[in-house]
C-alpha cells in the first residue's frame, strides 16, 4: 500500500529531504517510527502496533479523498446564476433533470412541469409524498392564463401582485396545458412569478412552465443559501448559486384566488400585509370574515 503524495506532503516526518519520494510504502513509514515512541506508549511493534498504524494512515488517505470527492461535485454541479449560464440550465431541464435555482424568496428545486419523470424525481429528491402538490412558475404575467383561469381576477390584480413573493392557487380551467398528472385529483394550482430575473429567464425559454418546490428535505428548514442543502447537490443536474438570499426562511405568501370577488391566506409568508393590501385595493373580500 503506498500514502498518497498529498497525505505523505502534509507529514513532517515524510517530507523528510533524505527521502527519495513522497510517495512512500507503509512497511518503511512504519519502520520510520522511532522505537522509544512505541515504547513510551506502552506498545510493542506488534502485528496489532502495525495494525494500527496502517489503520491510521488509511483513515488519512480516507479524508482526503473524501475531501476531494466533495471539491469535485462542486466543481461539477455548481454554477452562479447569471444569463451565462441560462441555456445550459434549460437543456437540462428539457432532458428531463432537476436543478436547483434561486428565487425571490428562497432557493428550489425545479423541473419541466410537464414532464412526469422529472416531477417524480423531484418527490423522490425531497421524500416528500405525491399528495403534497407542487406549484408551477412561468416567466412572465401574461403567461399564467396557459395554465390556470384568470378572467374571473379584477382588472390589474395580477399585475400589481407579480412579479413578487406570491404564489397564487387559481383553478386550472378547461383551458389549461398543464398535464394531468400533476397534482393528480386537484382542480387548482399554485402559480409564481418569482421577482428573480434567472429563473424567470429559464421558464421563457423553456417555453412551458417550472414545477417549483422549496430545496430541501421534506420537513426540513427551508434553504436560503446552497450550503443549506449542500446534502441533496449531487441530485441535482446543475446548482445554481445566487448567494445567500435576503428574505428569510418564511416563503411566499399563498394566497387562495379560485372564489369569485373572494381571497383566503393559505400562508401568511414573507409579504402578507403588502399581499392583503393589494387584494383590498381591487375590493376582494376575505373569505370567512364578518360581514
Request: proline share 6%; aromatic share 4%; net charge neutral.
Amino acid at each position: 500500500m503506498n500514502i498518497p503524495a498529498r497525505v505523505a506532503a502534509t507529514l513532517p516526518l515524510l517530507a523528510s529531504p533524505l527521502l527519495p519520494s513522497s510517495s512512500l510504502s507503509l512497511q518503511s513509514f512504519c519502520s520510520l517510527i522511532p522505537h522509544h515512541r512505541v515504547s513510551k506508549l506502552g506498545l510493542v511493534p506488534t502485528v496489532q502496533s502495525r495494525r494500527l498504524r496502517r489503520c491510521v494512515v488509511e483513515k488519512m488517505a480516507w479524508s482526503a479523498e473524501k475531501c476531494d470527492a466533495g471539491v469535485e461535485t462542486e466543481l461539477r454541479v455548481v454554477r452562479p446564476a447569471t444569463g451565462a449560464h441560462t441555456e445550459e440550465a434549460v437543456e437540462a431541464l428539457r432532458a428531463g433533470k432537476v436543478i436547483a435555482v434561486p428565487t425571490d424568496t428562497l432557493y428550489g428545486f425545479a423541473c419541466d412541469a410537464c414532464s412526469l419523470e422529472a416531477v417524480n424525481r423531484i418527490y423522490e429528491i425531497k421524500g416528500r409524498k405525491h399528495t403534497s402538490p407542487l406549484a408551477i412558475c412561468v416567466g412572465d404575467v401574461p403567461d399564467l392564463k396557459r395554465f390556470a383561469a384568470t378572467e374571473h381576477l379584477p382588472h390589474g390584480l395580477l399585475e400589481n401582485l407579480l412579479p413578487g413573493p406570491v404564489t397564487l392557487v387559481l383553478n386550472r380551467g378547461e383551458s389549461s396545458i398543464l398535464e394531468k398528472s400533476l397534482n393528480p385529483g386537484l382542480d387548482s394550482i399554485g402559480v409564481r412569478v418569482p421577482d428573480c430575473n434567472f429563473i424567470r429567464d429559464i421558464a421563457r425559454r423553456l417555453g412551458s412552465a417550472l414545477a417549483l418546490t422549496s430545496a430541501n428535505l421534506s420537513g426540513q428548514p427551508s434553504s436560503v443559501s446552497i450550503k443549506d442543502f449542500e446534502n441533496l447537490w449531487e441530485q441535482c443536474a446543475y446548482v445554481y448559486n445566487g448567494g445567500v438570499l435576503p428574505s428569510g426562511r418564511a416563503g411566499s405568501t399563498v394566497v387562495d384566488l379560485t372564489r369569485l370577488g373572494k381571497y383566503k391566506i393559505l400562508r401568511p409568508g414573507s409579504a402578507k400585509e403588502e399581499t392583503v393590501a393589494i387584494l383590498e385595493m381591487h375590493s376582494l373580500e376575505e373569505e370567512g370574515a364578518a360581514a
